[in-house]
């Protein structure tokens, strides 16, 4: 049981560049989030998805696109890189079929540098 | 917009001191979450606090969420080294009852905790 795990764990990309973040979780769990995280910032959301084959913005989704494959899996797509991406992002994921069943597992994150 | 404070921003204790982390909401809050992260690592769930006046425990860490509901503190007795690291609340400014099966969180900026040996 590998929980949440994204790739890559490095990168270093050119502005103008397009990449996607991959994140996949074998807890059969219903809703996927992306967070960013930055100095001083604590952790935002990017986007998140409820289930599988919805989608929904986060407190800042500007400059990224996200795709929830099936249920294992969602992707981060960043189609025009620009220095302000550089951050470490995070995948999330929780079972979400109860109040009290938020808990949200973390993946290990990718560090991003857009240079 | 829910705002999350966290003081203090960094703390370093000594090993074997008690030490407490504030989490304070500009909103009342529904369901706050400790997480911590290692350096380079991903959130690691701490505990999840629901009601006004709940206390959790696990092992040498306390959580309590104010009777208001409007801060939580966290509290570490006993500090060792293992305990070092960020430590992160979370809130859904929606509350635990909100329609949906997904939590927005919002997230304070952290409080970084050192342990000398």
């Known amino acids: 049981n590998a929980g949440v795990t994204q790739t890559p764990k490095f990168q270093v990309l050119k502005t103008g560049q397009s990449m996607t973040l991959q994140c996949a979780q074998d807890?059969?769990?219903?809703?996927m989030y992306w967070y960013r995280q930055d100095p001083g910032m604590g952790l935002r959301l990017i986007y998140y998805s409820a289930s599988e084959g919805t989608t929904d913005k986060g407190e800042v989704p500007n400059g990224y696109n996200v795709s929830r494959l099936n249920k294992r899996e969602f992707s981060l797509r960043l189609e025009s890189a620009a220095p302000s991406q550089t951050s470490v992002y995070f995948c999330?994921?929780?079972?979400?079929?109860?109040?009290?069943?938020?808990?949200?597992?973390f993946g290990p994150g990718t560090r991003l540098t857009v240079t | 917009s829910q705002e999350l404070e966290q003081s203090p921003q960094s703390l370093i204790v000594q090993e074997g001191k008690n030490l407490t982390i504030n989490c304070t909401s500009s909103?009342?809050?529904?369901?706050l979450y400790w997480y911590k992260q290692k350096y380079g690592e991903g959130l690691i769930f701490l505990m999840m606090l629901q009601k006004g006046g709940e206390e959790k425990s696990h092992e040498k860490i306390t959580a309590k969420l104010d009777e208001k509901k409007q801060q939580s503190s966290l509290h570490i007795t006993a500090s060792q080294p293992s305990h070092a690291g960020i430590y992160l609340c979370g809130a859904d400014p929606r509350g635990v009852s909100a329609s949906g099966s997904a939590r927005q969180l919002t997230f304070g900026s952290g409080t970084q905790l050192t342990v000398l040996p």
């Open positions: 807890m059969n769990h219903n809703s």
């Open positions: 999330a994921s929780s079972e979400g079929l109860g109040p009290l069943t938020y808990e949200q597992y």
């Open positions: 909103k009342t809050l529904y369901g």
